[in-house]
Structures are given as C-alpha cells and as structure tokens.
C-alpha cells in the first residue's frame, strides 16, 4: 500500500496489483545487474557466427605475414617481396605473427609456405577468423579498466550503456571480424594506455603506449596528446623541484624508449629498411579506395576542374587518382600534395586542444581534456593526412565511446561522428557471401 501523501504513480500501481497476485511484496528494481562478462561472451557469439562471412585481401595479408615470420629467417622478414602483401607493421606485430604461426603449423602447414599464395584452406580460415575472436580479450580488458577507471559505477544505464558502446563496436565488427584485421588488440592496449593515465599510472601508461606504437605506428597520431599531458601533469607536476623534473624526465624516456629497444634491436642493422617499409611515401596522397576526408573532396575538385577545363591525362601514363591503384599520382589541375604538406595541416589542427591540455591545472579537468585530445588528434590525423585507410576513422570512434559516457555535450558529437563514421565503412561489406544465409544454404545443398 501507499503511504499516506505519496503521489499516485501508474508503476506503483502495478507493482502493488503484482504485490496482490503473488501474496508478497515485488520490489521494483533500481539497478542493472552487472552483466559485462555475459554481454562480452554474447559478442564473442556474434563473432562466431560471422566466421563464414566474406573475407577481404586483409585475410590474405595476415596469412602470408604468418608465412613469413615462420618460414624466413628475421633479416628477411622486411625484405622478402614474394607477394605483393609485404610486412609493414613494427616488429612487436611481426613477433605476435609468429607466435600465432607456432600454433598455426599444427593447424594446416600449408598456409606457412611464403610461395603458397592466396591460400584459404577451411582450416587456415577457421584458425585465422577464431584468431582474432580469442586476442579481444585483449580489448575487453581494455574496455573492462577504462569504464573502472572513468568511474563510471556498475549496474548503472551508463555502464551498461559503455558496454554496449565498446563491446558490441559496429565498426570493430565491421573491420575486424568481417573485413579481417586484429584492430582489438590494438584498441585494447590503447584503452590500456588510457585508463592507466585516468588512474595517474603514468609510466605504466607511457610503457604500454609505447607497446602500441611498436604494434601499429598509426597510433602516433595520438602520442601528441599523450606527450603533452605526461609532460604537464608528471613532469612538470607542482611542487616538483627542477632536479625532481628532471629526473621524471629520465624516468619517462627510459620506460618509453625501453619497447623500441625490444622492439627493433633485432633489426639493428636493417633500420632503414625497416621503416622505408612503415612508412612507404610512395604510396600515394589517397589509398586506392579514398578515405572520406579532405583529399577525397581535394581529388574530386581536380576531376571536376580537369572536366570543366577540357584537361586530359597525360599521354606518359601517369597514374591518376582514380586508377584504382596504391601508387603515386598527379593531379591534372590543381598543385600536388607533399606528405610536408598533409603533416603540417595535421599539427596545425591538433595545436588548439593541446595548448589547452598543456594550460590546464586542474587534474580532474584535464583527464577530460585528454580524452577530447586524443580523439581530435585522431581526427586531425584522418581528415588530413597522408594515404589515410578509410578503416582509420575507427581511432576516433572508439574513444570518443568514453567521451560519449562522460558528457552530453560530446555525446552528441559522438552520435554525429558515429553516424558518419560507420557509414563509410559500408562500402567495404559489398559481398554477397556477407548473406549467411546463402552460405549455410550452399552447404546443406
């Protein structure tokens, strides 16, 4: 029953109908259960059932890099050219290759030939795709601390709602467990990073980012916003006196700088050739199929100029934008971009947000000031720089999730970015064996 002066509520009402049915009271719920671990486990179900799913060249990547680490000996693991697929990740990716190919041999041996080229045995599919499925553990601990570590309390809507952001990711999904890519790992390391930052951990954060750079160096994007606030709140910290600074200083480079050793000191004496691999110039302004940024929209006013002006292509053969190819190209109306150029356009647009980070005093402030940081320094790095993969756009869209817990204000910059954002990854889901219906009908027929 009501107490007395309790406004009549129609929820009250059926609880107090339900109280009368049962023969005792029905308490209503306040809470959400903790359910982190079960919907991890639902989407690791998900992920499952998209094994038979399309497949892009990535798959093929992946398999031949497996071959590579496993068959050649390290000095030729970023010299070796057989395919086409080379290896242009930093080693720490190349070790964990290996590591996978130690498991893979037992699998099907088949797949670990270099000279096996586009092999996708049943085996080698299941093993590769079940991969990926097994290292988003990775990301789900990442998830797990950086929800701890926001604060953000469990058997709430907002944890639940963080839950559902992060482990059921469209775009993870999209690209890693249809497209193929082991982006969770990636991003759990990263989320890693930054919950070790949100706690003050920071040279565990500084370590385990320097980890990351050593897996995928695209992520040096976000090492800005790193830098300036472990310099701001860890160096420079008050109080510190300047041996104190100075002394943090040596600290962080030590720990920074520790992964890079581990990293490239096998590869000592094949440095330049190791990074003319990471950062292969020659590949063009714009990937073959263009990331939706400013070059897109830069390539397609030359198009148009060179339409309305009667331009043709050169007669030499030069490739041009819409060759369809990874390669260097020529604009035919308006001047050529330099990687100088994109690089530059890049820092510029970060400046404003790390100005901020590095004026602001109040810790609490700047942790969101951080996150805001990393994912416009993400963004920065996507709309403007060079040879930018239209998967790229997923390092704003997986931070800016926490961001989208934390504040409405970005919540609806989020919803914005994510709306876009997910939609140019459709294009990359074009086949039909995408219907897993036809291809469970295939098999029973």
């Not at 309390?153 to 992060?166: D, I, N, P, S, V």
């Not at 300036?228 to 040596?250: D, E, H, P, Q, W």
């Given at each position: 029953?009501?107490?007395?002066?309790?406004?009549?509520?129609?929820?009250?009402?059926?609880?107090e109908?339900?109280?009368?049915?049962?023969?005792?009271?029905?308490?209503?719920?306040?809470?959400?259960?903790?359910?982190?671990w079960?919907?991890f486990?639902?989407?690791?179900?998900?992920k499952?059932l998209?094994?038979?799913?399309?497949?892009?060249?990535d798959?093929?990547v992946?398999r031949?890099?497996?071959?590579?680490?496993?068959?050649l000996?390290?000095?030729?693991?970023?010299?070796?050219?057989?395919?086409?697929?080379?290896?242009?990740?930093?080693?720490?990716?190349?070790?964990?290759?290996?590591?996978?190919?130690?498991?893979?041999?037992?699998?099907?041996?088949?797949?670990?030939?270099?000279?096996?080229?586009?092999?996708?045995?049943?085996r080698?599919?299941?093993?590769?795709?079940?991969?990926?499925?097994?290292?988003?553990?990775v990301?789900?601990?990442?998830?797990?601390?950086?929800?701890?570590?926001?604060?953000?309390?469990?058997?709430?809507?907002?944890?639940?709602?963080?839950?559902?952001?992060l482990?059921f990711?469209?775009?993870?999904?999209?690209?890693?467990?249809?497209?193929?890519?082991?982006?969770?790992?990636?991003?759990?390391?990263?989320?890693?990073?930054?919950?070790?930052?949100?706690?003050?951990?920071?040279l565990l954060?500084?370590?385990s980012?320097?980890?990351?750079?050593?897996f995928?160096h695209?992520?040096?994007?976000?090492?800005?916003?790193?830098?300036?606030?472990?310099?701001?709140?860890?160096?420079?910290?008050?109080?510190?006196?300047?041996?104190?600074?100075?002394?943090?200083?040596?600290?962080?480079?030590?720990?920074?700088?520790?992964?890079?050793?581990?990293?490239f000191?096998?590869?000592?004496?094949?440095?330049?050739?190791?990074?003319s691999r990471?950062f292969p110039?020659?590949r063009?302004?714009?990937?073959a199929?263009?990331?939706?940024?400013?070059w897109a929209?830069?390539?397609?006013?030359?198009?148009?100029?060179?339409?309305?002006?009667?331009?043709?292509?050169?007669?030499?053969?030069?490739?041009?934008t819409?060759?369809?190819l990874?390669?260097e190209?020529?604009?035919?109306?308006?001047?050529?971009?330099?990687p100088?150029?994109?690089f530059?356009l890049?820092l510029?647009?970060?400046?404003?947000?790390?100005?901020?980070l590095?004026?602001?005093?109040?810790?609490?402030?700047?942790?969101?000031?951080?996150?805001?940081a990393?994912?416009?320094?993400?963004?920065?790095?996507?709309?403007?720089?060079?040879?930018?993969?239209?998967?790229?756009?997923l390092?704003?869209?997986?931070?800016?999730?926490?961001?989208?817990?934390?504040?409405?204000?970005?919540?609806?910059?989020?919803?914005?970015?994510?709306v876009?954002?997910?939609?140019?990854?459709?294009?990359?889901?074009?086949?039909?064996?995408?219907i897993?219906?036809?291809?469970?009908q295939?098999?029973?027929?």
């Amino acid at each position: 029953m009501r107490d007395k002066g309790e406004p009549v509520n129609k929820n009250n009402r059926v609880i107090e109908k339900l109280s009368s049915i049962f023969g005792k009271p029905v308490v209503k719920r306040t809470s959400i259960p903790d359910c982190f671990w079960a919907l991890f486990a639902l989407s690791t179900c998900l992920k499952v059932l998209l094994i038979p799913a399309y497949y892009s060249t990535d798959f093929e990547v992946h398999r031949n890099w497996l071959a590579i680490t496993h068959s050649l000996p390290l000095n030729r693991w970023y010299v070796d050219a057989t395919s086409e697929w080379t290896l242009d990740y930093p080693p720490f990716f190349a070790y964990f290759e290996w590591l996978l190919s130690q498991l893979a041999q037992y699998v099907d041996p088949h797949m670990l030939d270099v000279h096996n080229l586009n092999y996708a045995s049943e085996r080698t599919v299941y093993f590769q795709r079940i991969s990926v499925i097994v290292v988003d553990l990775v990301y789900a601990l990442g998830v797990y601390s950086c929800l701890r570590a926001l604060g953000i309390a469990k058997k709430t809507q907002q944890h639940l709602a963080g839950c559902l952001l992060l482990l059921f990711n469209v775009g993870l999904i999209f690209v890693d467990h249809i497209h193929f890519q082991y982006n969770g790992l990636l991003f759990g390391i990263l989320l890693l990073s930054i919950s070790a930052l949100l706690n003050d951990r920071y040279l565990l954060s500084a370590f385990s980012f320097a980890i990351l750079l050593n897996f995928k160096h695209i992520f040096l994007y976000m090492a800005p916003a790193f830098g300036v606030y472990l310099l701001r709140f860890y160096c420079l910290n008050k109080g510190r006196s300047i041996l104190n600074t100075v002394n943090a200083m040596m600290k962080l480079l030590a720990v920074g700088l520790t992964p890079f050793v581990l990293s490239f000191g096998p590869f000592w004496h094949q440095i330049p050739q190791v990074l003319s691999r990471l950062f292969p110039f020659k590949r063009g302004l714009t990937h073959a199929y263009w990331a939706p940024n400013l070059w897109a929209l830069y390539n397609t006013a030359d198009k148009v100029a060179a339409v309305a002006l009667r331009r043709e292509k050169s007669k030499d053969g030069d490739p041009t934008t819409t060759s369809g190819l990874v390669q260097e190209t020529r604009h035919l109306v308006l001047p050529n971009i330099s990687p100088a150029v994109t690089f530059a356009l890049t820092l510029a647009f970060m400046m404003p947000i790390l100005l901020k980070l590095l004026l602001t005093s109040s810790t609490k402030r700047a942790k969101l000031i951080f996150l805001r940081a990393v994912v416009l320094c993400a963004c920065s790095s996507f709309v403007f720089g060079w040879h930018v993969h239209e998967k790229a756009i997923l390092m704003c869209l997986i931070p800016i999730c926490l961001l989208a817990l934390l504040d409405r204000t970005d919540a609806k910059y989020a919803y914005l970015l994510s709306v876009v954002g997910y939609f140019s990854l459709f294009p990359l889901l074009f086949e039909v064996d995408l219907i897993l219906q036809r291809r469970i009908q295939r098999r029973l027929l």
